[in-house]
C-alpha cells in the first residue's frame, strides 16, 4: 500500500471527536486532527497531554470510547496493533523493542505467521526496498545487539513500514540518539515524507519540530489547543513559532528563560555558575582507574581526572562508552580493576555502597525503574531503600512502619511528587516523578560526591527545567563534588564548569566550559586529543 | 501526570469492591474445583456428595478425624513457613522434600539414642538444632550455584531433592538400620519420649511450633530489615544490588532459612507422629503445600488456613480410600483442580481489569 491509494485530499489518517477515558481522567476529548501523505506532522504538548494516549489509538493498542477513525478516507475499526500495521501504519516507540540476539532480518520476520517457513529469501527483496526508500545500509545478517541505537531505530522503522508506507509514527524518535544520529533520522524522516508518507512525530523539543515538522498540533489537557498548518508554518521565523507553541502548551507566554531555553534546547547560559576554587587540593580524585566488563558493557580504560569541592563536573559522549561503568564505579556498586578512587583525601576504592553513602556519595542512576526504585514497593520503602535497617526507620531491626510512612510524606511534600498516596506501587508514577523520588532519597545538604546519569533522560520540559536548576545550584549540597554524565551536550553546556568526553571506555579530554567548548567538544568526540585542564 | 480525583464514597465502594472481589478470587476455584472434583466422581460411578460428606465427617467433624487433620498440620505448616521465605525472596526452593526427609531421618537415628541419656527437653531442642543443620547444610548447594554462578536454583533444588530422598534411603538402610526388625527401618523412639500431647487430645504441641513458625516468618517478611531486604532481592536484583545489598549473603541466607524450617518439620513429624522411619518412606508433603502457599499468595495467616482445609482433605481422603474405595490420590486432583481454576480466575480477572483500563 503506497501513497496511490491515498483517501481524497491527500489525507491519510483521520481523527474525529475521538474521546478516550480512563478511571478518573479525560485522556483525549474530542481530538480532531488529520494526517496528510507527504507531511510531516509534529504532536507536540507536556507529559499528561493525551498525546501517548492519541498515538495508541492509531496505533490500535488502544480503542477509543467516541468518535471515529478513518483510514484512506474509509472509516476503520483499528482493534489490534496487526489491523493498524495491515492498513500500513506502523509505530517506532521510544525504547527500541528488538530481540537484541537475533539478526536484522530474522526480527524483521517475527511478525509473519506461525505456519510460515522463516525463509530469508523471500523478505530479502522487501528489506532491499526499505533499504533503499530510507537510503540506509545495514547488513541483513547483522544482530541487532551489535548494532548502535540509531541503527537499531532505523531497523524499527523498517518494521513499521512493513506492510505498507501509508504512516509512521516516531514517538520521541530522539530521545536516545547523539547529535550525528538525530541528523541522520532527519534525513531519513524526510525521505519518507517525499515518498509521500505521512509521519507522526511526537516530542518534547521544540526546535526539533520547528526544523522537521511541516505542520504542528498543540495538545494539552486532552484537547487539541492550537494547530499550524503548513501554510502558516512556512511564513513564520523560529521565534515566532516557538512563541505561538508555548502559548498553546501553557496558556501563557510569560515562562522563565531557562524554561524556554530547556524547551528549545539552547540553553548556553553557564555564567549564572559559583566559580570554583582549585587552589586547595581535589574532593574527588581517580587515578588510572579500569574495570572490566562483561559482554555488551564497554569498561574503563585507565581513567583519571581530579574535581575540587563545589565543582560541577560533566561526563560528555555516545551512550554506552563507559559512562555507567564509571557511575557505578564512583557510587561503589561495580568493583574496580585497577586504579584507586579518593574522596576528600580518604581511599574509598575498596568501599561498597553503604560504605560510600556513610561517607556522603550519592548516584542518581539513569535506569529509574529498573535499578533506581523496586516497582512493586510503595513509595515509602523506595524512599528508604538505601537505608535499610539504620535509624530512625528501623529500631534493632524492626521495621517502624509509622516513620517510614511520615517520612514519605514528608519527602513528597517537599519534593513536589504527584503520587495518589506514599502507599502507591512506584511504578505507577510517572517518569518526572519517580525521578523527584530519587532525588529526594539522594540529595541532602550533607552530601560530598553527587552522581547524576542522564538527569533528564524522558522527563517533560517542567522537571528537565526543576532538575537542571536543581544541579546548578549544587544538588542542594554545600560544596559537593557534582558529577552529571549526560548525552545531551545542551544540558552539559547549562550546568557545568568543566566537561569530559568519554570514548571507548576512555577520558578524551576536559574542556573548560566557555563560549566555543562546543567545538572542542565535538573534536575530542571524534576522537581528536587535547591535553587534559588541570 | 492523571491525578486521580475521587471523592470519599467512590473510594469506600471501591474499597469494598476489592475486599469482595479478594473473597471471590479464592472462594471461587474452591467451588469450581469442588464441583469439577465432583462430576470425575460421578464419571467414575461414585456419588460425589457421599464422598464430600464422608471427608468432611472424618476430616474435620469427628474429634479424632479433627485431631488427626490438626496434627497432619504441623510438618505441613513448617514447610509452609520455608516456601514462604524462599518464594517471597524470589527463590524457587522446590526441594524442600530432600531437606525434609533427611532432617526427619537424622532425627529419627539420634532421637532414640539421645533420650537414654539426656532429659526430653534437651533431647527435642538438639534434634531440632541437627535438623536445621541437615537440612540448611544440604540446601547449600543450589543457594552457593545460584549466589555465586547464577545457576537456576529451580532445578539445582529438585536434583538435590532426588538426592536428598535417596541419600535418606541409604541411610536408613545401611548405618541407621535397626537391626531388632525384618523391614529396613531406624531404632523406634518410645511414645513416652515422643512430644507432649496438648491436653487430652492427640495433637502434640508440634503444632504449635508450626504456627508460631508461619506467623514469625511472616512477621519477619512484613516488619523487620532483614525481610525487606529480601523481598528486594525477590522483587528486583538490580535495585538491590544499587541498594547496596549483599545479593550473595542474602541468598544464601533465604535458602538456608527455607530448609531449615522445612528441616524442623521432618524432626517435628518423626518427634511427634512418626516415631521411626521405613525405608522408602517420602510422604512428599512439599511438592503438596507449594501449591497452597502459591493459593495464600505468600500470607503466613492465609497459609493456615489452606494448609488445614488440606490437613482435613488428607485425613479425611486417607479414610474415605479405606471405605469408599476412592484412591487417596484422589485429594490431589483435588489441589490440581484448585491450582487450575485459580489460574484462570486470575486471567479472567486481569483481562476484565484491562478492558476496564482501556
Known sequence: MDASTAGPNGIAISLSDVTKRFPGVLANDRVSLTFRHGEIHALLGENGAGKSTLISIIAG??????????????????????????????????????????????????????????????????????????????????????????EQQQVEIMRALWHGERALILDEPTSMLTPDGV???????????????????????????????????????????????????????EKQVIDEVITMMFGRNDLSKGAEAALVGTALDHDGLKPVDRSGSPALALHDVSTTGQFGECALNHVSFDVWPGEIFGVAGVDGNGQKHLAEVLSGQRPVSGGTVMLNQKDVTRMGVPARRAHGVRYITDERLDEGTAGTHSVSVNLVLKETGKPPFWRNGITRWGVIHGHARTQIEAYDVRTPSEHTPIAKL?????????????????????????PTYGLDIQSTKLARDRIRRGAGADNAVVIVISTELDELMETCHRIAVMDRGELRGIVDNRKGAETEIGLLMTGARVPAHA | MRDVVKDGKAMEAQKAM?????????LLPVVLALVVGGLILLAFGKDPLTY???VLRRGLLSDTGLQASITRMAPLLLIAAGLIVAFRSGLWNLGVDGQFLLAAVFVAALAPILARHLPSTLVFLICFLIAIVVSASWSFIPAYLKARHGINEIISSLMMSFLGVSLANVL?????????????????????????????????????LAV???????????????????????????????????????????????????????????????????????????????????????????????????????????SAARRLAVPHYFVLVLVALLMLFLAVTEFLEQNLRQRKAG
Open chain 1, 183 to 237: 541528523k541522520e533520522l532527519s534525513a531519513v524522516v524526510r525521505r519518507l515524507r517525499d515518498h509521500g508518507v505521512a509521519v507522526i512525530f511526537i516530542t518534547h523539543k521544540l526546535r526539533e519540530a520547528y526544523e522537521l515538522a511541516d505542520h504542528i498540533s498543540v495538545l494539552r489537557l486532552g484537547h487539541v489547543v492550537g494547530e499550524l498548518p503548513k501554510e502558516r508554518l512556512g511564513k513564520m521565523t
Open chain 1, 430 to 454: 510517572s517518569g518526572g516523578n519517580i525521578q523527584k523520588v530519587l532525588l529526594a532519597r539522594e540529595l541532602s545538604p550533607d552530601a560530598k560526591l553527587v552522581i547524576f546519569n542522564k
Open chain 2, 212 to 318: 508460631v513458625a508461619v506467623i514469625a516468618v511472616h512477621y519477619v517478611m512484613e516488619h523487620t530489615a532483614l525481610g525487606l531486604r529480601l523481598q528486594l532481592v525477590g522483587s528486583n536484583p538490580r535495585t538491590a544490588k544499587h541498594a547496596g545489598l549483599d545479593l550473595r549473603l542474602l541468598t544464601i541466607i533465604a535458602f538456608a532459612a527455607s530448609a531449615g524450617l522445612a528441616g524442623l518439620g521432618g524432626a517435628v513429624d518423626v518427634l511427634g507422629v512418626q516415631g521411626t522411619i521405613r525405608a522408602d518412606w517420602n510422604p512428599a508433603y512439599g511438592i503438596m503445600v507449594i501449591p497452597l502457599v502459591f493459593l495464600a499468595r505468600y500470607n503466613g495467616y492465609a497459609v493456615i488456613g489452606f494448609v488445614f482445609f488440606f490437613a482435613v482433605l488428607m485425613i479425611g481422603g486417607e
Open chain 2, 52 to 54: 464430600y460428606g464422608y
Open chain 2, 18 to 26: 476489592e475486599t469482595l472481589s479478594r473473597v471471590l478470587r479464592i
Open chain 1, 61 to 150: 493498542m488502544q480503542q477509543p470510547d467516541e468518535g471515529t477513525i478513518a483510514v484512506g478516507g474509509a472509516t476503520v475499526r483499528l482493534s489490534s496493533p496487526r489491523d493498524a500495521l495491515k492498513l500500513g501504519i506502523g509505530t517506532v516507540y521510544q525504547h527500541v523493542l528488538l530481540i537484541p540476539s537475533l539478526t536484522i532480518l530474522e526480527n524483521l520476520m517475527l511478525g509473519s505467521p506461525w505456519w510460515r517457513r522463516c525463509d530469508p529469501e523471500s523478505v530479502l527483496p522487501r528489506f532491499r526496498e526499505l533499504s533503499k526508500l530510507l537510503s540506509v545500509q545495514l547488513d541483513p545478517d547483522a544482530l541487532v545487539g551489535r548494532l548502535s541505537l540509531g
Open chain 2, 172 to 208: 536408613i538402610k545401611i548405618p541407621f538400620n535397626d537391626p531388632a526388625t525384618t523391614v529396613p527401618q531406624t531404632e523406634t523412639l518410645d511414645v513416652a519420649d515422643r512430644l507432649a500431647r496438648l491436653g487430652d487430645t492427640t495433637v502434640h504441641w508440634g503444632i504449635i
